[in-house]
């Protein structure tokens, strides 16, 4: 296994990530899905294919996250 956001998974995408753009559009539903206890991996399965393997998004959810936690 790669570790994510390697060049090649940058190369070859996982054909259900939906890009930055459309991640980024349901990001805070994402952590708001994770914050009250659901999955959101299950809800927004391309969202986490695209959060596995592109950092910079990786990071924008990380620090959404931080922040919804209040820290």
Known sequence: MTPPGNL?????PDPIDPGCGET?????????VLLSGGRPELRF????AHLRACGP??????GLLAAARGG
């Open 8 to 12: 090649d998974s940058f190369l070859s």
């Open 24 to 32: 980024l559009r349901h990001l805070d539903v994402y952590v708001d």
């Open 45 to 48: 399965p391309g969202v986490a």
């Open 57 to 62: 998004c990786r990071r924008d959810f990380e």
